[in-house]
């Protein structure tokens, strides 16, 4: 299991120890968010007003913004990829189970005939055998 601890800082940051490979990747996309929206983003937060007398994003801002996005395209991607993975083993895994169902249901149908027809024939012997001993019995007394 993976081990994960966590706890509230004053200032609000979220101290993380993580040791699975995928959660490291996690927290490295939500530092370069968080480090986004803290330095990059702010513009976001003025009046539209102030936002039209402002030039464009700098290249510095661009190419952050650019890194962010590659970042989480890697993780998503990687992510979306194992989730379809999973849903597409998930699905073969259900159809082999349904095909395995219904020959198990055939398998015991074949089974109920078959200790039908040896109880059948078991009665038929022994009655058969009870008429033989009754026959034996009327020859021997008679």
Do not use: C
């Amino acid at each position: 299991m993976n081990a994960m601890t966590s706890e509230k800082l004053p200032s609000e940051k979220i101290e993380t120890t993580v040791e699975d490979p995928n959660l490291a990747a996690v927290s490295e996309v939500e530092a370069g968010i968080r480090d986004f929206v803290r330095n990059d983003v702010a513009y976001l937060r003025r009046s539209p007003s102030m936002l039209a007398t402002e030039p464009a994003l700098d290249a510095s801002a661009e190419a952050t913004v650019n890194n962010v996005n590659s970042l989480i395209q890697r993780v998503a991607g990687t992510s979306l990829t194992e989730i379809e993975n999973l849903v597409s083993e998930l699905e073969a895994l259900r159809d082999l189970l349904h095909s395995e169902g219904q020959r198990v249901q055939r398998e015991i149908s074949g089974y109920a005939q078959l200790s039908q027809a040896a109880m059948k024939s078991t009665r038929m012997i022994a009655d058969n055998v009870a008429q033989w001993k009754r026959t034996a019995d009327g020859l021997r007394n008679g």
